[in-house]
């Protein structure tokens, strides 16, 4: 017989204990990186929103207007370097040096939890972010494979932030490979 087991309460799903989060270096998310709405907005993801109807509670439809939210983004390529974070828009690129400043631990609705690592602009363009929040599924240091960032100047404010979460992966991947990343989790 077919028995339906709950999925595992792995630390990608958000299930830790405090003592297994680690500090981590911005060498963590070094290079070039893409978002991943413009593929979203194109329909190169349609694949992934059907899988996710396939195991979730919504439809396609909800799903890619769940991530249209959650994905939307101005901007639409990161370079990092060193401690350097280049912000490249269409109308432009700011950057600034970020160094480290600390972490934040949120706990989310289902009870799950997400950590934060962020870093505080030290110097740099005006509009470059005073704060930048990383999160990527992974509480310690390891080479990320995409992750969402949030930025603003109030590091408090942007800790609220849970339904805007631009998403990047490397920019030497096409969309074909994104998907086939996105599928495999």
């Known amino acids: 017989a077919c028995h339906d ?13 405090d003592g297994q989060i680690a ?9 070039e990186w893409q978002s991943v709405y413009p593929l979203l907005l194109d329909g ?11 195991h979730g509670d919504k439809t396609a439809a909800e799903y890619r207007a769940y991530y249209e939210i ?8 990161i370079v990092i370097d060193g401690d350097n974070v280049a912000f490249h ?12 400043d ?13 950590v934060r690592f962020i870093y505080k602009k030290v110097e740099g363009d005006a509009d470059a972010p005073g704060f930048i929040q990383f999160s990527d599924h992974a509480i310690a240091p390891g080479k990320a494979g995409h992750y969402h960032l949030y ?10 932030e849970l339904t805007n979460w631009p998403t990047y992966y490397p920019s030497a991947l096409d969309g074909a490979q994104i998907v086939a990343e996105m ?3």
């Not at 930025?151 to 609220?160: F, N, Q, S, T």
């Open 89 to 100: 828009r269409d109308g432009g690129t700011v950057q600034g040096r970020y160094a480290a």
């Open 5 to 17: 087991h709950a999925p595992a309460k792995t630390v990608a799903k958000g299930y830790f204990e």
């Open 151 to 160: 930025w603003g100047e109030d590091r408090a404010e942007i800790l609220k």
């Open 102 to 114: 600390g972490h934040e631990i949120l706990t989310y609705k289902k009870g799950n939890r997400g």
């Open 44 to 54: 190169r993801l349609d694949a992934v929103m059907a899988h996710k109807a396939e």
């Open 70 to 77: 959650g994905y939307k983004t101005d901007v639409n390529r």
């Open 183 to 185: 599928l495999a989790h």
């Open 23 to 31: 500090p981590r270096a911005m060498s963590d998310w070094q290079g």
